[in-house]
């Protein structure tokens, strides 16, 4: 098989799993998107979460992230506090909205890994072990892209 035909079936998995995660993610998370249930998903899971470590995170630039706090705290998903040893910088909470989003979620998370991981019992372990080796040379070609 050509390089090239792998590329493109590639190209067209990437495409349909786009399109099915925008179809679905929308009615899914109340007109979120992927970014925003992102930001509430990192908040949730770390300890005073603030703009700085958002961007690192997430991989967007801090002005991105302080888009994103300001408009899911529009939206009643976060809200901020400031802490005794640090009363310059802002931190970040759920709201009980932002909760529902997370539990949300995290429930989407474990039904798709149930569902999906039932596409490997057509692979044998060796079959897995070169589908990873793929995968993470792939992952490792993006990252170097984008540096």
């Known amino acids: 098989m050509k390089n090239e035909d792998i590329l493109k079936k590639l190209i067209d998995i990437i495409q349909l799993s786009q399109e099915m995660n925008k179809k679905s993610f929308q009615d899914i998370y109340n007109g979120l998107n992927i970014n925003e249930v992102h930001t509430i998903d990192y908040i949730k899971r770390n300890t005073n979460p603030n703009v700085t470590s958002i961007s690192s995170n997430l991989n967007i630039t801090r002005g991105g992230a302080t888009k994103m706090t300001k408009k899911l705290i529009s939206k009643g998903y976060i809200s901020e506090y400031k802490i005794a040893e640090n009363k310059k910088e802002k931190y970040f909470t759920l709201t009980k909205s932002g909760e529902k989003i997370f539990i949300k979620h995290e429930k989407n998370h474990e ?6 991981s039932k ?20 992952k490792d070609d993006l990252k170097d892209k984008l540096i």
């Open 119 to 138: 596409l490997f019992n057509a692979f044998t372990e060796t079959e897995k072990h070169i589908i990873a080796k793929f995968l993470d040379v792939l």
């Open 111 to 116: 039904e798709s890994l149930k569902r999906d």
